[in-house]
């Protein structure tokens, strides 16, 4: 059975309004702490490319950027997102100073789409889970990998905010943020894409937080309930009294009285692999296909 085309209980209105929406000049540090996370798992990975795309920099992570543009230091880079803009501002955030080195020393940051079936990595931190249309978006990253290129990923699991919606059933409030896709529909959809070899994983981070405020300006940088079934219109300072004592109830007295909430990260990992030519009595083959084959050193028949 194939995997729905958006999330059900996504808002692709509300999705797309965010997806908009600029973090200002630094990205949540959260995204970037996962990307550093995301990174270590580069060590298994022996590919080193020569070209490779950043989707979703300003969210994903702008320190995280840099970091991969020391590990691979002579790759060609590019910025590229849903939205022309956000690429020109993270191009703009990334390039640096006519007086620093890394704007000489380092090969030039293209932004917007790079050529279909040239990138030799794709790189996309928590960009997923608010995606109305997801497998749009892992057809539309398999399309710019070359054969052999290799996409990794990280987004928000199921289990994330489990103690907020426990909160809020408890009030029967409707729910504060949309549902997250689990690591093994993610997989599954990897593969109707196109891609092969998925591999999946994920791991729990849990944040504590001193007072209510505290939380909930972290929870509005990340991100935004895109659930079709939130409340609707404005609330007034009665409703966010109330929120604030609700949240109280997330204090756990092993934190020190803390504020706790759970996040669960997945990261996924796939490659492209070398078309396949249909079997028939004659067999057709396009020329940007036979490129690609040609430059993965797959044999071409005569015959099939």
Request: charged fraction near 20%; charge should be positive; hydrophobic fraction near 40%.
């Amino acid at each position: 059975m194939s995997a729905p085309e958006r999330p059900p209980s996504l808002d692709p209105v509300a999705a797309q309004r965010w997806s908009m929406h600029s973090t200002g000049a630094a990205s949540p540090w959260l995204h970037e702490e996962v990307a550093s996370r995301m990174q270590e798992r580069l060590e298994f990975i022996k590919l080193q490319p020569t070209r490779w795309v950043h989707w979703g920099p300003l969210k994903g992570g702008l320190l995280a950027h840099e970091a991969l543009q020391k590990r691979y230091p002579q790759a060609q880079a590019w910025l590229s997102s849903e939205h022309p803009q956000q690429d020109l501002a993270a191009h703009s955030a990334l390039k640096g100073r006519w007086w620093q080195a890394k704007r000489w020393l380092r090969p030039s940051l293209r932004w917007g789409s790079p050529p279909d079936g040239q990138a030799q990595m794709l790189w996309a931190n928590m960009q997923l889970h608010n995606a109305a249309q997801p497998q749009n978006l892992l057809k539309t990253w398999h399309k710019a990998l070359a054969v052999d290129g290799f996409l990794m990923f990280s987004c928000l699991g199921p289990d994330t905010l489990r103690e907020l919606r426990d909160a809020y059933a408890q009030q029967s409030w409707p729910e504060p943020a949309h549902e997250f896709t689990d690591m093994h529909d993610w997989g599954d959809m990897l593969v109707e894409a196109g891609f092969a070899e998925p591999v999946m994983d994920m791991e729990r981070i849990t944040l504590t937080y001193e007072t209510p405020e505290r939380l909930l300006a972290e929870l509005r940088h990340w991100g935004r309930n895109l659930h079709v079934q939130r409340f609707a219109g404005l609330r007034g300072r009665r409703w966010l009294e109330q929120l604030k004592q609700v949240l109280m109830t997330l204090a756990r007295p092993e934190e020190g009285g803390r504020l706790t909430l759970s996040f669960e990260i997945v990261y996924g990992h796939a490659l492209k692999p070398s078309p396949r030519i249909p079997v028939s009595a004659q067999a057709a083959i396009g020329l940007d296909q036979m490129r690609q084959m040609l430059r993965s050193g797959a044999r071409i028949p005569d015959k099939v």
